[in-house]
């Protein structure tokens, strides 16, 4: 049997009174991208700190391609890169310094680590501002930037803790295609988000925690089922018919009862064929519609679905310290 690239065994970690995480398990194969979702506080950035080897677990044992966390921490850190949740750069000095300065840090020699620049700046779309200060950088070139430092020491696994919160849709989008790529190239790849779009564009698996523990783990399909499928959106072209819509959509067959939130009308829609069966129960009520779409469950409606209560704030009052990208070849 493979060893798989990521394993966690029972994990437990407290902060004084409060429990971080309670026996957490975990399993991510080679070569793959695996999601860890959950809201703040549910203990996905302290578990990526333990398998980076930056926390001691108080219980339990992790390994890294069969390396354990604890008592071979410089080997693994050997094999990984960490993007943390907020970028780890230099604003004072270049896109291209700060590539040279971390690949001289791991060890590299000057010729390795300007020609490991140079191939990293290009393969990310910053070659046109290597020269550039990174305080002049938008927050999608300087999270790009910091993906590309993790990268330095061509890890077998990186670990993503969130990486494109704050970011705009395009940005995101364009990190979302380097993840995939880095996968492809065999990378392993353990996300951690908040967001249930991004887990179900990238990854191939996906564990919802909560309060340190796992709630559910499976594919983003089988998650999304027990999250009530997908959400049809609904508002009506005139405001004096959404009782009448209402009352169209609750016979609904497999479907739940429509909410209403203002002018838009939401149903649960567990079936594909749902949607169809929406529209013509609209139509031949004579319900105009000016907007009609099926999107996903938000992480709040997938969490209340899978948990049985809403998200809640990190009720510790913990903050946890931004983690700097660490390269691979860091514990050299």
Do not use: C
């Amino acid at each position: 049997m493979t060893e798989p690239a990521l394993r966690a065994v029972q994990l437990a970690k407290s902060f004084g009174h409060t429990r971080v995480l309670d026996r957490l398990d975990l399993e991510v194969d080679a070569g793959t991208i695996y999601g860890l979702l959950g809201p703040n506080g549910a203990g996905k950035t302290t578990a990526v700190k333990i398998l980076a080897t930056l926390l001691r677990p108080d219980a339990g044992h992790a390994f890294v391609l069969g390396n354990d966390v604890v008592r071979r921490a410089a080997q693994v850190r050997s094999l990984i890169g960490l993007t943390g949740q907020y970028a780890a750069v230099d604003d004072l000095i270049s896109a291209r310094e700060n590539l040279y300065l971390i690949g001289r840090l791991v060890g590299q020699r000057r010729t390795a680590a300007r020609a490991r620049a140079t191939e990293l700046l290009e393969a990310f779309g910053l070659g046109d501002a290597a020269g550039i200060a990174v305080k002049e950088y938008s927050g999608g070139m300087r999270r790009r930037l910091d993906l590309a430092i993790s990268l330095v020491g061509r890890p077998a696994v990186l670990f993503l803790d969130e990486p494109t919160t704050g970011l705009d849709l395009v940005s995101r989008n364009e990190v979302w295609d380097m993840i995939r790529d880095l996968a492809a190239d065999g990378t392993t790849v353990l996300l951690t988000t908040q967001y249930l779009e991004e887990a179900d564009r990238l990854a191939g698996r996906i564990m919802v925690i909560d309060r340190g523990m796992t709630v559910a783990e499976g594919t983003a399909r089988e998650l999304k089922g027990r999250a009530g499928g997908e959400v049809l959106e609904v508002q009506p072209l005139r405001s004096d018919d959404m009782s009448a819509a209402v009352r169209a959509l609750s016979g609904l067959t497999g479907a739940g009862q429509p909410a209403v939130d203002g002018e838009m009308l939401t149903l649960h829609v567990p079936d594909e064929d749902l949607v169809s069966a929406a529209a013509r129960k609209l139509d031949t009520a004579g319900i105009g519609v000016r907007h009609l779409a099926v999107r996903l469950p938000s992480l709040d409606e997938a969490f209340l679905a899978i948990t049985g209560h809403r998200a809640a704030a990190d009720e510790s009052g913990l903050v946890a310290a931004p983690a700097a990208a660490v390269p691979a070849g860091a514990g050299q």
